[in-house]
Structure formats: structure tokens, C-alpha cells
């Protein structure tokens, strides 16, 4: 009886285990932008698992009703990071509903600029025109130039006629990162410029997310950490990209060509 007694002691004494953290990932599944949802869900899980972290992913619909979605993860306290994406980031009223939650945006999106918020895209950001709507773009410009928008299917879907430059910090996955992603669920799309994006933050925020329980220690976490990815060293310097690469695609169908 008195061993029974110590082990349950013991047990009593010893500390809680921690949750494994948890980020959301806000982004379009659904309606007309519901290919960026699928293009960087699953690269942004294999990044974590890539990372070795044990960090969970809650995949969140945006493609309406973004504020309260968006609300509703402020609301969930396990939530310590969010990763965003999507025509939608460029309503204030969106990124704001997270109240300071560290926020991780693949691209530029038009987003507002906040404190809590990092933009995976270069700081000179008049070099990439803001184009946010795929109905509200009229091409009155051979030598159009754009940044996340036109690096969508669908776009090259509305506009056949049309060979815009897309400027964006992504590469292509190359053969190798497709088949991982692509190998990682069932019907996964294959994998565009905004998935290698989504891979590198998974990497990013599996090594910053290590040892935290706040959302003020990951905000600190964010802020700090760097790593090397698929697209090259990853650090924030007043929420942008710091030396983030620049890139540039012809579109030509649905086909994204390098620009040298």
C-alpha cells in the first residue's frame, strides 16, 4: 500500500503535459479563389513535419464571412500563430479580427500593416501593383505586371488572351517538392508558386513555435527567428521579408514561366 501511495504521489506531483501547439490557417477553400486554400494547406503540413515540430494545423474557410472566421480564431486560445492568404487579407477588418495574434501572410495580398503581422514578400512593395479582385481587373496594358492574384489559375482562366508578369518571392516547386506535397493526402492539386511559400513557413514557424505556450512569446519567437527554406533564408525585419528574393513569371495559359 505505501508503494501504491508514493507512485500515486508522484503522479500527482508531476508536471502537466504541454499541448502540441496549434496554428490556423486562414485561406479561401471554397468559391472562386478555393484553389489557394488547397495549394498551401498541404505544403504548409509537410513544412511542419518537415521542421520535426508537432505542430497542428486548423485549416479555416475565409471565402466568406471572413471577419467572424477570422474572429472566432482569436476567440480559440490554443491558437498561438495564424498563416493567411487570399484576396480576403486585403479587408482591415480581417487580419484585425485576430487582435494581435502573430500572423504570417504568404505574399502581400494588399494586407494591412501591423505590428503582429509578416509579410513573406519584399518591403518595396510599389513594384508588385495590388491587384486583389480576379472581376475587377480590365486589361488596358500589354506589359501588365502583377503580384499574387495573377499567380492563380483562375486568372489565367479569365484572361486567355493575356501574358502578364507575375513578380512574387516564390519558386516553383521543383519535381522533387511537388511529389512530397503532392504525396502528402488525396486529390492534392499540383502545387504552385504560393506552396512553396506555405512549405517555408511551416519550416519557419515548426522552429520558432519550439518551447512556446503564449501567443506574446510567439509574437517574440516570430520576430526573432530565421531559418533557411526552400526559397532561401527566412527572417522578418519590420514584418517583411528581410532580403527576400524577387522573382518574376510569364504567364502563358496556365503555365507560369521563370523570367531571367
Known amino acids: 500500500m505505501a508503494a501504491l501511495a508514493a507512485v500515486l504521489l508522484l503522479a500527482a506531483c508531476a508536471p502537466a503535459r504541454q499541448p502540441p501547439p496549434r496554428v490556423a490557417l486562414l485561406a479561401p477553400f471554397e468559391g472562386r479563389y478555393r484553389e489557394i486554400g488547397y495549394d498551401v494547406l498541404y505544403a504548409l503540413r509537410l513544412g511542419l513535419a518537415d521542421s520535426g515540430s508537432d505542430v497542428i494545423v486548423n485549416a479555416v474557410d475565409i471565402s466568406r464571412e471572413a471577419d467572424l472566421r477570422a474572429s472566432a480564431v482569436a476567440n480559440d486560445p490554443a491558437i498561438l500563430a495564424v498563416i493567411a492568404a487570399g484576396p480576403q487579407l486585403s479587408d482591415t477588418a ?9 500572423t504570417i501572410v ?16 519584399p518591403s518595396q512593395t510599389s513594384t508588385i501593383p495590388a491587384v486583389v479582385a480576379l472581376d475587377t481587373y480590365h486589361w488596358d496594358d500589354d506589359d501588365a505586371r502583377g503580384g499574387d492574384v495573377f499567380a492563380l489559375r483562375e486568372f489565367a482562366r479569365l484572361n486567355p488572351n493575356a501574358d502578364p508578369e507575375v513578380i512574387i518571392s516564390a519558386a516553383l516547386p521543383d519535381e522533387a517538392l511537388s511529389q512530397r506535397i503532392q504525396a502528402s493526402g488525396l486529390f492534392v492539386p499540383e502545387p504552385r508558386l504560393h506552396a512553396s511559400l506555405a512549405y517555408d513557413a511551416g519550416l519557419f514557424l515548426g522552429g520558432a513555435l519550439t518551447g512556446v505556450h503564449t501567443r506574446t512569446d510567439a509574437l517574440d519567437a516570430v520576430s526573432r527567428h530565421e531559418t533557411t527554406g526552400y526559397n532561401g533564408t527566412l527572417t522578418f525585419d519590420h514584418g517583411w521579408w528581410r532580403d527576400a528574393p524577387i522573382r518574376r513569371y510569364q504567364i502563358s495559359g496556365e503555365m507560369l514561366t521563370p523570367v531571367d
Open 94 to 102: 480581417v487580419l484585425g479580427a485576430l487582435h494581435g495574434i502573430p
Open 106 to 121: 504568404l505574399g502581400d495580398w494588399d494586407a494591412p500593416h501591423d505590428p503582429a503581422i509578416f509579410f513573406m514578400a
